[in-house]
């Protein structure tokens, strides 16, 4: 079974905000490493924390994605992208 990409509307909004370019990168990335592989815990780390435990950030030049992981539903939900400074 093949993961899900879809995205919360406040991602989509950050999203549209970026460059064309840097917004063309992050989507490649989610498409060819963390969707297709079928291991999107291989090309990011979880975020530390009580609260924050069931998010991972990926690491795109200098932005971040940051994700929240379904594995019932083979989902991975994108709850912020931005900046890495911001993020």
């Known amino acids: 079974m093949a993961w899900r990409l879809e995205f919360a509307k406040t991602a989509l909004r950050e999203l549209d905000k970026l460059e064309r370019q840097a917004a063309r990168r992050v989507l490649a990335f989610l498409h060819d490493r963390v969707v297709v592989q079928g291991a999107p815990r291989s090309a990011g780390q ?14 795109i030049g200098d932005y971040r994605v940051i994700v929240a992981l379904e594995d019932q539903a083979l989902r991975v939900l994108v709850v912020r992208v931005g900046n890495r400074k911001d993020v």
Not at 46 to 59: D, Q, V
């Open 46 to 59: 979880a975020l530390r924390g009580s609260e924050l435990g069931e998010f991972w950030k990926y690491r």
